[in-house]
């Protein structure tokens, strides 16, 4: 970040030269006025920004600890288990085949009966 060349107490102490066709005192007060509350305001959101970058990156931390614990996880949780999606599917079909059975052979009999009609 680029260093700033005057802060809000330098601009509130700074001091100007009177000249004869000099600019109004009071005009030039004010305006300086204006600036020291931009500065402080602009000083503010710099601080809060800072803030929530340092509390973003340790959130960002956290979760990717825990997304590398929970993959480790995952990963040595599946083997132990031994059934994959085909292990699954077949035990599935077998006990379709089990409930089903006897009604899909009832139902082919009764078409092969009556396919010879």
């Known amino acids: 970040m680029a260093d700033k060349n ?3 107490k330098d601009i509130l102490q700074k001091e100007f030269k009177n000249a004869m066709r000099g600019y109004n ?4 007060d004010e305006f300086l006025d204006l600036i020291i509350r931009d500065y402080e305001s602009y000083q503010k959101d710099i601080t809060y920004l ?4 340092e509390r ?3 959130r960002v931390d956290d979760l990717t600890k825990q ?3 929970g993959s480790r996880s995952q990963t040595s949780a599946a083997p132990t288990t031994g059934v994959t999606n085909f292990d699954i599917l077949k035990r599935l079909s077998n006990l379709e085949k089990h409930v089903f059975g006897s ?3 009832d139902r082919r009999d ?3 009966e009556t396919s010879f009609e």
């Open 6 to 8: 005057l802060s809000t």
């Open 25 to 28: 005192v009071s005009e030039v």
């Open 50 to 53: 800072q803030s929530e970058n």
């Open 56 to 58: 973003l990156r340790g």
């Open 67 to 69: 997304a590398a614990t």
């Open 103 to 105: 009604k899909l052979e």
């Open 110 to 112: 009764h078409e092969v």
